[in-house]
């Protein structure tokens, strides 16, 4: 069965990601309507051997569609959204709204909350759904006590102008101009910062918070047991991960690396690491390499992961949801 839908924010990263699965899969579309505001209305984009134009956010009658991706903020889910809906039309929001029934396709897909249709589904955050995908393949050798994660994200993690403004210093410092930050508040070029955006009164970043609060939505047992710091890194697109775990019991590396080998949708890479530039860009897998216990805690697991956030995190796993709402109820 196919189905008519719309993409909304076509014309950002994560939008033309979408687009892009859409047309390299076997998706069960009808119909695809590409939709923006401001300036990107009126562009085109390809789409299985046509140009479509994208077409104004604020005209469309989504009575035309049955499935919404919204690839866009949350102020535009906001407004847009419950329209969507009054008019019959299901939402997968990929904003962090927090309304709606969270969704990882690998964990609760089946679980998920589609008693009454339209509903409006939300996927997790890249980094959120990437370590869902590894504590999913771990569940059946590892009893999990408690996690840390530290995320180091790329210049996409804010968006078109995070990849232009890296570029920009880059330009800047390599041709030996004065540096003049404008997204961000510091150079940011050859350079790690500590934090990705402003900061609440405790401390943490809007990014930080919402990966925290999907994964324990996600994992209940994580709660008040789950520790995340998120870096921005010099780097234009992809997630790096380093993930400690502590267990319940003693960790059976062997078991561990056999897990994730079995795993759809992740890639073990033994005896080395993997990089997002050399390994995962442009992959529809996460890479996992560094499997190792901790010093003198065998309670201890230690992962590095590498994977294309817009392409896997987002796109890829929002595409699936998709794919599955269709297919069972739409």
């Known amino acids: 069965m196919s189905v008519d839908i719309a993409v909304v924010g076509a014309t950002g990263l994560v939008g033309e990601a979408l687009v892009e699965l859409l047309d390299e899969g076997d998706f069960p579309a009808a119909d695809i309507h590409l939709l923006a505001s401001g300036e990107s209305a009126g562009k085109s984009m390809p789409f299985r051997g ?25 102020e535009v889910v906001a407004e847009y959204a419950p329209r969507a809906l009054a008019s019959g039309c299901s939402v997968i929001d990929l904003s962090g709204s927090g309304e709606g029934s969270l969704v990882l396709p690998v964990l609760n897909a089946e679980s998920a909350e589609l008693a009454q249709l339209p509903v409006l589904l939300r996927a997790p955050a890249a980094a959120a759904a990437e370590v869902g995908e590894v504590l999913v393949a771990l569940a059946s050798c590892v009893e999990l ?24 210093q880059t330009a800047e410092l390599l041709n030996a101009r004065p540096l003049e930050p404008r997204l961000v508040d ?6 790690m910062l ?4 402003s900061v609440d009164a405790c401390g943490h970043s809007a990014i930080e918070r919402r990966i925290h609060d999907e994964l324990v939505e996600l994992f209940p047992g994580l709660s008040g047991q789950l520790q995340v710091s998120c870096l921005l890194a010099p780097v234009f697109f992809g997630d790096a991960l380093s993930l400690s775990l502590r267990t319940a019991e003693p960790v059976d590396l062997a078991a561990v690396r056999q897990a994730l080998d079995a795993a759809d949708g992740i890639e073990l890479i033994e005896d080395d690491y993997p990089t997002v530039i050399g390994d995962a860009l442009g ?22 992961i590498a994977s294309d956030n817009v392409r896997k995190g987002f796109g890829l796993n929002a595409v699936k949801l998709g794919a599955l709402l269709i297919k069972h109820y739409l």
């Open 50 to 74: 046509r140009n479509l134009r994208v077409r104004d956010l604020a005209a469309f009658d989504f009575a035309k569609v049955k499935l919404a991706f919204f690839a866009t903020t949350a």
């Open 145 to 168: 006590r408690s996690l840390s994660l530290t995320a180091c994200l790329s210049a996409s993690q804010l968006g078109r102008e995070g990849v232009q403004e890296l570029a920009r």
């Open 186 to 191: 510091r150079q940011y070029a050859f350079n």
């Open 194 to 197: 500590g934090q990705v955006g």
């Open 283 to 304: 992959q529809d897998e996460i890479k996992v390499g560094r499997v190792r216990s901790g010093f003198l805690d065998p309670c201890e697991l230690n992962l590095w």
